[in-house]
């Protein structure tokens, strides 16, 4: 029988393989500390977290997680009624929902309309997109933030999820890509059979980037739930955890132990975001291949 035979890695990749992972150490260092650091002032008394905020807890009070739901409160910036930890929580997952997925349906659709069909100035809404794309959003948001209030979205669940349908994001660009990349083989042979461009991009398009669009959906989400600024500016009466944990600084007179409440709460707030990762990556990184092609 053949001995088999191994080849040797080179010294040069060993030192960069070496290089990358002492990297990618450090980056996950700087990552996980501030969560395992506020997960462990997390069982602390707000005594025990002034005097040292670096060692271990002394006594481990478990008591501070049921707390965040009961007495975790924060006040809004123009006063009235402290906001809840079960109400911010509530606006963090239907603001989450509807954001994501208006915003990838509507990119979704323009993105296939530009990438599959050739009608006149489709050339130029791209070159557009990607001229918008450019934009600051720094110099955009006054002129948003003025035409969301004329056509009153601003504090109007109803109508805010308008803002977030526009299409032409960074999504629109990777999806445009995706449907540029998928077979016209399956689309030609459905339309032989019969079928409509409609029932063609739902049952025969859509699952061929079904990978793509947990990826997109994903990200966003992880940008959504973490975003305090979107519902500071458009959605004041209605805030989410992210901005909630913003105002807590200020409302900390109205909750005994503080701190390690809030960091509870900081620590309860990143468990959705690490589920979701967790489930979703095999979703992401499948491909999807299928068979049956016509002759």
């Known amino acids: 029988m053949n001995k088999l035979k191994f080849k040797r890695t080179p010294l040069g990749s060993k030192i960069i393989y070496i290089c990358f992972f002492v990297m990618f150490v ?11 650091w506020a997960f462990l002032n997390s069982f ?7 005097t040292d905020s670096l060692s271990l807890p002394d006594k481990w009070i478990w008591k501070h997680y049921i707390q965040v739901f009961t007495e975790f409160q ?9 906001f809840r930890y079960m109400d911010m929580l509530f606006n963090s997952l239907w603001i989450l929902v509807v954001k994501v997925f208006v915003n990838v349906a509507s990119s979704m659709l323009l993105a296939y309309a530009l990438a599959k069909f050739r009608f006149p100035g489709s050339k130029f809404l791209y070159t557009l997109v990607i001229f918008a794309n450019t934009i600051p959003i720094i110099g955009a948001g006054p002129a948003a933030y003025r035409l969301a209030m004329q056509l009153g979205m601003v504090n109007n669940p109803a109508l805010i999820w308008l803002m977030w349908a526009g299409g032409f994001d960074f999504a629109f660009i990777v999806l445009y890509g995706y449907f540029k ?3 016209p083989s399956y689309s030609e042979s459905a339309k032989m059979d019969g079928a409509s461009n409609w029932t063609i991009f739902i049952k ?3 699952p061929q980037v ?13 940008g959504v739930w973490n975003d305090y600024s979107t519902p500071m500016i458009y959605m004041r009466d209605y805030p989410n955890l992210a901005y909630g944990m913003y105002l807590f600084k200020d409302s900390t007179f ?3 132990d503080s701190m390690p409440i809030y960091f509870a709460s900081a620590v309860i707030s990143c468990l959705p975001v690490i589920i979701l990762y967790t489930c979703s990556q095999n979703l992401i990184l499948n491909n999807m291949t299928t068979g049956g092609l016509k002759g």
């Open 26 to 36: 450090f980056f996950a260092f700087l990552y996980l500390y501030p969560l395992v």
């Open 44 to 50: 602390k008394s707000m005594k025990e977290y002034a």
């Open 254 to 256: 109205l909750v005994k």
């Open 181 to 183: 990349g998928v077979s």
């Open 74 to 82: 924060a006040v809004p910036l123009s006063g009235g009624e402290p």
């Open 204 to 206: 025969v398009v859509l």
């Open 210 to 222: 079904t990978p793509c669009l947990a990826a997109i959906a994903i990200t966003q989400a992880t």
